[in-house]
């Protein structure tokens, strides 16, 4: 058993041993302790920084649905367009004939106006369009001459409805727009054949495009009528049924236009509830003993829905250069009122800022028969003229146009040439000579 005394010989040795490794793992363990708390601290740090950041994000987020909202909230504006015109003329003649209105007497009113054009687009697609104009010779009282509204299609078709310009002629678009004239006023010998410049109804507009060009349709129906107080036969007049179509073809620098239109023409005269125009009375336009004061008043027309109609084609050829525009038309009215044709053609050429222009225009009643049995009705409707005019555009700023035009009319073959001054034929006036300065401006 001597043997036995020997085992006990490494536990005497170990537990020396155990004793002094303890202390060592009890440091251990504490230092893990503390890592593991500063590692704690550390994730605990960790994730308030991610609530921070989750924070500003949230407050990024914010802010940026409230700089969107603003954005939205200021785009209706941005949908908003205003363009507007202006032309301010000088004008002297002559005599008093009355060509274009204007008489021996400087005029500075007759082609002076102002006008605003606004549209509010609510989509790509649909948008409201009215147009001001305030005219000299009205005082400048504003007036609506657009107010509709237009969708359109993508198959290339568009509907108006509202107030719209009388689509009659090349330039109707820019009947007021000075600035889009190569002229210092349109052709009154064409553009004076229908006393209308716009209907309240609709329209339809279609685009069909050609491989070599642009083939538009546009037909057009409504009513419109003519106040008193831009009557010169001191009656209102009312045209209903107002039905037309005109095609205009769109080939390169080439454009070809015709255009047909009819209605019913009413005169309501306020002074005896009857449809009768009178000549005017007013001081002046019957000068002589012939075309006395006992000529006036009396009845030249009647007018109780007679049918009219007016039918016109145009050509027009701008290269940029060369420009070439003419139109013809005809306008018939059933009973005494005049059955007039007319015509014009200009010719110009641009050189640099200059485009200097001629322009030859003819006027003519074809219906002088039937009013043979009435010399007050003849004097008064009977019209015949031919006029001359050279003038030149210098667009000297941008958006700015200045324009000189001098007129020559005559040929007034007896009548007074539907002119707004004395009788030609009792003035023995055979001519009139018209000089005018126009400046014309789009903004």
Known sequence: MEWKKYIWLPLCLAVPLLAQANPTLEAKIKLLEQQLKALKAEVMKTQAQQKKVVAEVKEAKQQTERVVAQADEASPMDNFNVNGFFSGSVAKASNDVGYAGVKEKVDTEQRSLVGLQMQYNFTDATSITTQIVARAYQNWKPRFEWAFLKHGFDNGLSLRAGKLRMPLYMYSDYLEVGYAQPWARPPGEVYDAVP??????????????????????????????????????????????????????????????????????????????????????YVGYWPSATYGAAKANQIIATMDGSQGWFGGIGFSYDDGEYLVISELVRVQVAGMYPDNDGGYLTLGYRINEFTPYVNAAFMRTNDNGNRASSPVSSAYFDGRRTSYSVGTRWDFMDNLALKADITYSGWFGGTNGQLSGLIASETGATHTMVYSLVLDAAF
């Open 196 to 281: 209308l410049s716009s209907y309240t109804g609709g329209d339809f507009i279609y685009d069909l495009d050609l491989d070599w060009g642009t083939l538009t349709f546009q037909g057009f129906a409504g009513e419109t009528r003519v106040d008193e107080e831009d009557s010169s036969f001191g009656a209102d007049f009312t045209f209903d049924n107002l039905l037309g179509m005109n095609v205009n073809l769109n080939w390169d620098e080439m454009n070809f236009r015709a255009v047909y239109a009819q209605t019913n023409v009413t005169a309501n005269n306020p002074a005896d509830g009857t449809h009768n125009i009178y000549a005017p009375a």
